[in-house]
């Protein structure tokens, strides 16, 4: 989970750094660094949702080969 939350934080990172060296307008600069940040929110609830869902699936797998 660790190195798969500085990968996604390395590529949101990226895309911020992105915005900030070439978008000019102000307003757009915060909405697309908003935007962003919503990204990041997401993608790192559905990794921890997927590892979850594996997780139970491999427990109820070893209970079951029992």
């Known amino acids: 989970m660790f ?3 500085t990968f996604i934080d390395m590529v949101q ?3 911020k750094y992105f915005v ?3 978008v000019t307008d102000s307003k757009l ?3 697309l660094n908003s935007f962003v940040d ?3 929110k997401f993608t790192k609830q559905a990794i921890k949702t997927g590892e979850t869902v594996i ?3 491999v427990k109820q ?3 079951m080969s029992k």
């Open 55 to 57: 997780d139970s699936y």
């Open 3 to 5: 190195a798969t939350n």
């Open 20 to 22: 900030n060296n070439f």
């Open 29 to 31: 600069k915060l909405e």
């Open 38 to 40: 919503e990204q990041t």
């Open 13 to 15: 990172e990226s895309k």
């Open 61 to 63: 797998m070893n209970t």
